[in-house]
């Protein structure tokens, strides 16, 4: 294993590391930048997303192009719900706003599975998209990574 292709932290994961392979996951997204992202992933890493199937960093950052297309304002928060060996389980939620200015919630959990390497290989989302009005909305800090001091999903008890 090349220091180039490995991703840190590697498993087996302990919570520490869990934590914190959640976190770089998802300020990776909050980034919005399908490059960046689709590097965390194997060449050949499978992905169930709702109801797409997607199989290697091509397709993924296909995906993420489309995705962040539609999804304007996106911005997320994972937690871990648990980890044994190479796999992370998260539950999410991400706010974002269509078109027209309508904002939703996205609900989501998200099984992973890591190469040596601390690459994801398999990914499985479950999502679902709830309207919310703009005065519900509960991720508001600019663009990009959540800061560090913003809380949590379950501080924000959601």
Not at 118 to 141: H, P, T, Y
Request: glycine share 6%.
């Amino acid at each position: 294993m090349s220091a180039q292709s490995a991703k840190p932290p590697l498993p087996p994961f302990t919570k520490e590391t869990a934590i914190q392979k959640a976190r770089m996951a998802e300020d990776a997204w909050n980034s919005r930048d399908p490059h960046k992202v689709s590097l965390a992933y194997t060449e050949d890493s499978y992905w169930r997303n709702r109801s797409e199937f997607i199989l290697g960093r091509d397709e993924i950052k296909a995906f993420l192009q489309r995705k962040w297309a539609k999804e304007n304002g996106y911005r997320l928060i994972k937690e871990v719900w648990a980890w044994h060996d190479n796999r992370i389980a998260v539950r999410f939620q991400y706010e974002w706003h269509d078109e027209s200015g309508k904002w939703y919630r996205a609900y989501g959990n998200e099984n992973w599975e890591f190469s040596e390497q601390g690459l994801m290989c398999r990914r499985e989302a479950s999502i679902n998209d709830v309207a919310i009005d703009d005065q519900d909305r509960k991720f508001l800090w600019p663009q990009g990574p959540r800061p560090q001091d913003h809380p949590g999903l379950t501080e924000l008890g959601l």
